[in-house]
């Protein structure tokens, strides 16, 4: 009870106030470093299990994507079979301060300063109204208890909600790539395609040559057919 009453006043005061210092740039080495690593991991991702469909224009939305370090992974990725791409990234909390207080906002808007037609969005994914032709959406929260961990109020907690309205933003033929934190939030990730009725294909473990995470990862694939 304690937790849920200091998770609502936070996010209230941090999401009223949208305090951040301003032109956040990352100077040390080592977070420059994996930073690179993680980006090269992100594209090599989606190389390995979204289809590459030569197209003029597509639209891609990265759903939490909070200071959206990764951003260029996916950049590199979608423009390397299309000739124009909108790409957006949505993050509730977006207004979350880090220990130096700089915000995710003020952080993202350093790692997508040099991509074009590049949005980052505080928001909820419940107003999107746009459709999509990709949807990205790396380590949902499925479960109460990170959920809460991460400081959200619990009013927020719908993650089938949530799963049904990204589906809707889907455009016929699309795709969407889902993936989640260790076996247990797996298995609730299942459970949640199962209750939306959305056919999903199981990917596995999530692997890369450029980076290891701590946990383990697992993906699942959306097509949404014509």
Request: aromatic share 16%; proline share 3%; with cysteine.
């Amino acid at each position: 009870m304690f937790q849920e009453l200091r998770n609502i006043i936070d996010f209230t005061i941090r999401n009223n106030t949208k305090y951040s210092r301003k032109n956040f740039k990352e100077l040390n080495p080592e977070l420059i470093k994996r930073n690179f690593q993680e980006n090269l991991y992100t594209e090599d991702v989606l190389a390995q299990h979204l289809t590459k469909t030569p197209r003029c224009y597509a639209k891609i939305l990265d759903v939490g994507c909070k200071n959206w370090f990764y951003a260029q992974g996916e950049y590199n990725f979608f423009k390397s079979f299309c000739n124009e791409i909108q790409l957006d990234g949505i993050e509730l909390d977006a207004h979350r301060l880090y220990t130096n207080f700089y915000s995710r906002y003020e952080v993202a808007k350093y790692y997508i300063g040099s991509l074009n037609n590049t949005n980052y969005i505080s928001g909820n994914l419940l107003d999107i109204k746009n459709s999509y032709d990709y949807i990205i959406w790396f380590l949902p929260f499925v479960l109460k208890e990170p959920h809460k961990y991460w400081g959200l109020p619990l009013k927020y907690f719908y993650p089938q909600k949530l799963l049904m309205h990204a589906y809707s933003l889907l455009n016929e033929g699309g795709q969407m790539l889902i993936i989640n934190q260790g076996e247990v939030e797996a298995n609730a990730q299942v459970e949640l395609f199962r209750e939306c009725r959305i056919n999903y294909i199981s990917l596995g473990e999530i692997t890369s040559k450029h980076f290891k995470y701590q946990n383990s990862r697992y993906g699942f694939l959306v097509n949404k057919k014509l």
